[in-house]
């Protein structure tokens, strides 16, 4: 398998104040692989200088590099790795346009795509079939969804942008058990269908279960990484991260 | 009809100062200023083509002049729009900068356009050529010029084309998202700084309509005369709503009714008074204007 993703010996800062202190880790070509760590850890904060967003809220890159393919891509600006590099962050709190119409929210993301009406088109059915209650619900205010069904919209807004790459910062925030195993199945047909995904969870039980591979990441460094049964298996982990 | 015709100039004022603040929560203050610049940039360019004030021109015939000078003074004008954006307003967001040094740059660069403008022009007036051969109409009792039928048509269709843009388009979309969420936009792979040129280019290119057409209206120039106008229009679009197309253009059209309302029946040094008096009132009554909602962006 290709290497999609490439970071390396990543320093972050917020101001002065260091929050990854020289990370690395890779993301395979059609891989689930996931980052787990407890509040505070960065996790956040590495998929953010990963999509590099403007000042002032994003962290500032001091050392290492990231490779997208190979390529440097810190010199990209933020719109550029979403639309020439195919990439997606699905952000933590979802960030929808509250104000857009559910619709309006998917053609938005549509904004930078050159392959043709009838291509949106298929991929706005495939997200109507994925996410039926956003095919009821196209015409609302996206505001007035439910924490559910917004989450659904900020994951059907980035299939809407042609990602083959998406970053998914804590899906599974405030969905009830039954709606988070919706997700995650759907994720599920998305990777079987050749989507890669960086899945970034709280919830390392459920996140381990789905990943292929794993990193754990502790105050800004990472502390454990392999496959998934490695890690379920590992001790410290266990104690750590799965209650025991 | 004096009063539709003010109405539009407030209107089409209104639409740069409700666009760019529906967009980016900023009061260009400025705006009133670019305004003014338009009608000077609608001056030198008239001027250059027709010939006369002293200087030969090019000699064409006043309708040629029209046909030109109208989108060459939208383009200058929304060049100084963008102008302010890329060196005032960008460095600031860039570096985080809090709302009201934004706000306060704006007003320092209208400032500084009044007063670079009589630093280089001088303090004379200029009175703007002819370019419309006055035609007046009358219908049973009104009579009105074509150019004030010209003003009030061009703020309708301003209005129609800036209400389609917003709500139907891509790109009006992207406007409205960033009003929502500034940081959502790139990772929709669009390009934020696009958009917010966009919206100045808009803005500002409006002011310059305005500029040259109350330039013809009223063909006597001078730095200042940005000022109050620009002031009228900014509380025109409070006073609908701002950040919405339609309150911008309800609030133009109320005030200008409001001022021709006053003067009919008062002595006209009581316009201002009573004109803002009014406004007041319904800002009282109605916080938000008449189309604003409260808002719950978070930016
Ligand atoms: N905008 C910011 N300015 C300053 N410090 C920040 C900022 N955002 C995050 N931090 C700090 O960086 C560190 C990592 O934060 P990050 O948001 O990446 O954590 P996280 O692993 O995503 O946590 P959670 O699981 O709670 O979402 C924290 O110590 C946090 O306080
Ligand atoms: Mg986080």
Same mark, same amino acid.
């Given at each position: 398998?290709?290497?999609?993703?490439?970071?390396?010996?990543l320093?972050?800062?917020?101001?002065?104040?260091?929050?990854?202190?020289? =990370?690395?880790f890779?993301?395979?070509?059609?891989?689930?692989?996931?980052?787990?760590?407890?509040?505070?850890?960065?996790?956040?904060?590495?998929l953010?200088?990963? #999509?590099?967003?403007?000042?002032p809220?994003?962290?500032?890159?001091?050392?290492?590099? =990231?490779?997208?393919?190979?390529?440097?891509?810190?010199?990209?600006?933020?719109h550029?790795?979403?639309?020439?590099?195919?990439?997606?962050?699905?952000?933590?709190?979802?960030?929808?346009?509250?104000?857009?119409?559910?619709?309006? %929210?998917?053609?938005?993301?549509?904004?930078?795509?050159?392959?043709?009406?009838?291509?949106?088109?298929?991929?706005?059915?495939?997200?109507?079939?994925?996410?039926?209650?956003?095919?009821e619900?196209?015409?609302?205010?996206?505001?007035?969804?439910?924490?559910?069904?917004?989450?659904?919209?900020?994951?059907?807004?980035?299939?809407?942008?042609? #990602?083959?790459?998406?970053?998914?910062?804590?899906?599974?925030?405030?969905?009830?058990?039954?709606?988070?195993?919706?997700?995650?199945?759907?994720?599920?047909?998305?990777?079987?269908?050749?989507?890669?995904?960086?899945?970034?969870?709280?919830?390392? %039980?459920?996140?381990?279960?789905f990943?292929?591979?794993?990193?754990?990441?502790?105050?800004?460094?990472?502390?454990?990484?392999?496959?998934?049964?490695?890690?379920?298996a590992?001790?410290?982990?266990?104690?750590?991260?799965?209650?025991? | 009809? *004096?009063?539709?015709?003010?109405?539009?100039?407030?209107?089409?004022?209104?639409?740069?100062?409700?666009?760019?603040?529906?967009?980016?929560?900023?009061?260009?203050?400025?705006?009133?200023?670019?305004?003014?610049?338009?009608?000077?940039?609608?001056?030198?360019?008239a001027?250059?083509?027709?010939?006369?004030?002293?200087?030969?021109?090019?000699?064409?015939?006043?309708?040629?002049?029209?046909?030109?000078?109208?989108?060459?003074?939208?383009?200058?004008?929304?060049?100084?729009?963008?102008?302010?954006?890329?060196?005032?307003?960008?460095?600031?967001?860039?570096?985080?900068?809090?709302?009201?040094?934004?706000?306060?740059?704006?007003?320092?660069?209208?400032?500084?356009?009044? *007063?670079? *403008?009589?630093?280089?022009?001088?303090?004379?007036?200029?009175?703007?050529?002819?370019l419309?051969?006055?035609?007046?109409?009358?219908?049973?009792?009104?009579?009105?010029?074509?150019?004030?039928?010209?003003?009030?048509?061009?703020?309708?269709?301003?209005?129609?084309?800036?209400?389609?843009?917003?709500?139907?388009t891509?790109?009006?979309?992207?406007?409205r998202?960033?009003?929502?969420?500034?940081?959502?936009?790139?990772?929709?792979?669009?390009?934020?700084?696009?958009?917010?040129?966009f919206?100045?280019?808009?803005?500002?290119?409006?002011?310059?309509?305005?500029?040259?057409?109350?330039?013809?209206?009223?063909?006597?120039?001078?730095?200042?005369?940005?000022?109050?106008?620009?002031?009228k229009?900014?509380?025109?679009?409070?006073?609908?709503?701002?950040?919405?197309?339609?309150?911008?253009?309800?609030?133009?059209?109320?005030?200008?009714?409001?001022?021709?309302?006053?003067?009919?029946?008062?002595?006209?040094?009581?316009?201002?008074?009573f004109?803002?008096?009014?406004?007041?009132?319904?800002?009282?009554?109605?916080?938000?204007?008449?189309?604003?909602?409260?808002?719950?962006?978070?930016?």
């Amino acid at each position: 398998m290709n290497t999609l993703l490439e970071v390396k010996n990543l320093k972050v800062r917020y101001g002065n104040i260091e929050a990854l202190h020289g =990370i690395s880790f890779d993301v395979k070509e059609g891989e689930i692989v996931t980052l787990i760590g407890a509040n505070g850890a960065g996790k956040s904060t590495t998929l953010l200088s990963i #999509c590099r967003l403007p000042p002032p809220e994003a962290p500032r890159v001091i050392e290492g590099d =990231i490779l997208f393919k190979g390529q440097s891509i810190l010199n990209l600006p933020p719109h550029k790795i979403v639309s020439d590099l195919n990439m997606a962050l699905v952000p933590e709190g979802r960030r929808i346009f509250g104000n857009l119409t559910v619709e309006e %929210n998917l053609k938005l993301a549509t904004y930078a795509r050159t392959d043709g009406h009838e291509a949106i088109e298929r991929d706005f059915e495939r997200v109507f079939t994925l996410f039926a209650r956003l095919a009821e619900r196209k015409k609302q205010r996206s505001e007035s969804l439910s924490g559910g069904e917004q989450q659904m919209l900020a994951v059907g807004r980035a299939l809407m942008s042609k #990602c083959s790459f998406i970053m998914l910062d804590e899906p599974s925030m405030g969905l009830a058990p039954l709606l988070m195993y919706d997700m995650f199945r759907t994720l599920k047909v998305l990777n079987a269908e050749g989507m890669t995904i960086l899945l970034i969870e709280q919830n390392a %039980n459920l996140a381990l279960r789905f990943a292929h591979r794993g990193y754990v990441l502790d105050t800004g460094e990472i502390v454990a990484q392999g496959t998934s049964e490695e890690l379920l298996a590992d001790p410290e982990v266990k104690k750590a991260y799965l209650g025991g | 009809m *004096n009063a539709l015709q003010f109405g539009s100039f407030y209107a089409l004022i209104a639409l740069g100062y409700t666009l760019v603040y529906g967009v980016l929560r900023l009061i260009n203050f400025a705006h009133g200023d670019i305004f003014m610049v338009g009608a000077y940039i609608a001056y030198f360019v008239a001027v250059l083509l027709l010939g006369g004030e002293g200087m030969s021109g090019l000699g064409l015939s006043p309708g040629l002049t029209l046909a030109i000078t109208v989108p060459a003074t939208m383009i200058l004008t929304s060049l100084v729009g963008v102008a302010l954006e890329r060196t005032m307003y960008r460095p600031l967001r860039r570096k985080g900068a809090d709302r009201l040094y934004v706000v306060i740059t704006a007003l320092m660069a209208g400032l500084m356009l009044e *007063n670079g *403008n009589l630093a280089l022009l001088g303090a004379s007036r200029k009175s703007f050529p002819e370019l419309l051969q006055k035609v007046i109409w009358t219908f049973g009792s009104v009579s009105v010029t074509n150019l004030k039928v010209i003003v009030i048509v061009a703020a309708l269709l301003v209005f129609v084309l800036l209400e389609f843009i917003v709500t139907k388009t891509k790109i009006g979309m992207a406007m409205r998202g960033i009003s929502y969420d500034k940081f959502a936009i790139p990772l929709m792979g669009i390009p934020l700084d696009t958009i917010i040129v966009f919206t100045f280019i808009l803005g500002s290119s409006m002011a310059g309509l305005a500029g040259i057409l109350f330039a013809m209206s009223y063909p006597i120039l001078e730095p200042y005369m940005g000022a109050l106008i620009g002031w009228k229009a900014f509380i025109a679009a409070v006073v609908g709503g701002i950040g919405d197309i339609r309150g911008a253009i309800v609030g133009g059209f109320l005030l200008g009714f409001i001022e021709i309302g006053v003067v009919a029946v008062f002595p006209s040094t009581l316009r201002d008074l009573f004109a803002f008096s009014v406004l007041l009132g319904i800002l009282w009554l109605k916080p938000t204007g008449l189309f604003g909602v409260a808002k719950t962006t978070k930016i």
